[in-house]
């Protein structure tokens, strides 16, 4: 049955597709129209054949829909931008010696966020030159870590929001779609993970997992003012086999359907990937179902 209600530059809109551009909106209202147009992109997987997001495309369907009276968008942004490309053309000295050896020997290692500004653009030229993906930016909350040694940087992590809708995940925490929609925040994505090809050095991995594990509520706590109870990532099978995640008990929920976030008729076909999922408190389910509060503090204390 076609659910469709809209069309646009050749991409039809279910009414669920709308509801998600709506929502997106509401929660993330300090985003730009162009950020809030990728932002869409990524949610519904509108890309390109080649796989590049149709932002363009996206930022005049949300004119479309602002003239419907379905969503109201931000003020037109007519200053200087750029920043975030010229970030990714900076180089940095990189010491690339092997380093291998026992994880003791590197002890202590610890996460570094990776704050705005120089250290944001030494993390974003790491990911763009050593992780497959690259650094797709993301709209929204998220953290980046440098995983350290002393002052040695051994790699780089991030942590940003999670899919919208999850059959496997959402049917595992046994919420409904009003649970979502209003605690979906409170799940968190590790969606970059990256050790750098030069650093070989056993239980490396399982070791940074453990150590975000411990730290990541706090940072998020203090970063966003609230914290996320539920992690989740997902590992392309075709390339690793997700074992530092299985070594730190992440839990196996199966595979992704190989399409878009919202992508109901297939036309956007993705990998398939293993889903993993990590509880970072035992009532995770009943704080996402919103029988028990989550972590918050008051921003204006």
């Not at 000295?93 to 030494?122: F, M, Q, S, V, W």
């Not at 940003?160 to 999850?166: F, M, P, R, V, Y």
């Not at 966003?224 to 997700?242: K, M, R």
Request: contains cysteine; hydrophobic residues 35%.
């Amino acid at each position: 049955m076609d659910k469709t209600i809209m069309a646009y530059s050749g991409r039809n809109f279910t009414s669920e597709e709308i509801e998600l551009i709506q929502w997106t909106r509401k929660r993330y209202p300090q985003l730009s129209r162009k950020e809030l147009a990728a932002t869409v992109c990524e949610l519904l997987g509108w890309t390109t054949p080649a796989g590049r997001s149709k932002t363009p495309q996206c930022a005049s369907f949300l004119v479309t829909l602002e003239e419907a009276g379905l969503i109201k968008l931000p003020p037109l942004d007519i200053s200087k931008g750029g920043s975030f490309m010229n970030s990714k053309m900076t180089e940095f000295t990189i010491d690339t010696a092997p380093i291998t050896g026992e994880l003791k020997d590197l002890e202590p290692i610890y996460l570094e966020i990776a704050r705005a500004g120089n250290e944001l653009k030494r993390w974003r030229y790491y990911i763009n030159e050593y992780h497959m993906l690259g650094d797709k930016h993301v709209y929204g909350s998220r953290l980046a870590y440098f995983i350290k040694s002393s002052e040695t940087i051994l790699g780089c992590l991030q942590f940003s929001a999670s899919s919208w809708a999850l059959s496997s995940r959402d049917e595992w925490i046994g919420w409904n779609v009003q649970d979502r929609k209003q605690r979906l925040h409170l799940i968190v994505n590790n969606s970059r993970f990256l050790i750098l090809p030069w650093v070989n050095v056993k239980n490396l991995a399982s070791k940074v997992l453990s150590l975000a594990i411990k730290q990541l509520q706090d940072d998020w706590l203090r970063d966003y003012c609230y914290a996320p109870v539920l992690l989740e990532t997902f590992v392309d099978t075709s390339h690793f086999a997700g074992t530092c995640y299985k070594a730190s008990n992440w839990i196996y929920l199966g595979e992704t359907q190989g399409r878009g976030r919202m992508d109901r008729e297939r036309d956007y076909s993705l990998s398939c990937k293993a889903i993993y999922m990590y509880p970072l408190q035992k009532d995770f389910k009943d704080c996402l179902k919103g029988l028990k509060p989550c972590k918050m503090v008051n921003p204006d204390d």
